[in-house]
């Protein structure tokens, strides 16, 4: 379980985006973050991951107490992936060096079940740069290296962000299967999509 007592972050000591939220996160359970432009929703999730720095508040995950751990070392210790809204994927790697690099950091011998369905969507352009594949591509890409990873907790920035309608249902298709075993905390500014896959909202408001 992710379980966060309240939660403050933004920019700086004295620039706080949101104040003190509270909630739990269970794998089989998906929780949403919306809000207006500027509110914090990206901080949201980057705070949570000390990403970003100026935080209070408490953060235990898997009985952990991760408030003031590295992002490096949550990553490397804790079953957790985050999805973020740019730079998804390395421009300068390969499809094919991509599914390699990331098996080669998984912990976990058994796949998500939705890795086959993205590596299939992927095989033709398996010897294609990141960087020459469209933004939907890119998605897809991204998402196979999360199947691969096969965490218990994925965090996931705007996936949604800038995709046509074809990518958007695949997207809720692959966020539908993740959500029988694993725990989503998706920051969406499409509320069509959280209607859909959460099982309940966190709207932040600006301070």
């Not at 107490?65 to 804790?78: L, V």
């Not at 298709?173 to 309940?200: A, P």
Request: with cysteine.
């Amino acid at each position: 379980m992710l379980k966060v007592d309240d939660y403050t972050a933004g920019y700086t000591d004295n620039q706080f985006l949101f104040r003190e939220v509270s909630f739990e996160l269970e794998p089989g359970q998906v929780i949403g973050v919306t809000g207006l432009n500027g509110s914090g929703k990206s901080t949201f999730i980057k705070g949570l991951l000390n990403i970003v720095s100026y935080k209070k508040g408490k953060i235990v995950l898997e009985g952990d107490d991760i408030t003031h751990w590295n992002p490096t070392t949550i990553f490397r210790k804790k079953s957790i992936a985050y999805l973020s809204q740019r730079d998804r994927v390395f421009d300068h790697l390969t499809v094919n060096e991509h599914i390699r690099l990331y098996r080669a950091y998984s912990k976990k011998s058994i796949f998500s079940d939705v890795e086959p369905l993205l590596y299939d969507l992927m095989r033709s352009h398996k010897n294609v740069l990141a960087s020459s594949l469209s933004g939907g591509e890119q998605l897809i890409l991204a998402l196979l290296c999360v199947a691969i990873l096969n965490p218990d907790y994925i965090f996931l920035d705007e996936p949604s962000d800038s995709l046509d309608g074809k990518y958007k249902e695949l997207l809720l298709r692959i966020m539908s299967s993740w959500k029988n075993d694993k725990g989503l905390l998706v920051v969406e500014q499409n509320t069509g999509i959280l209607e859909t896959i959460s099982d309940f909202d966190l709207v932040i408001d600006r301070l």
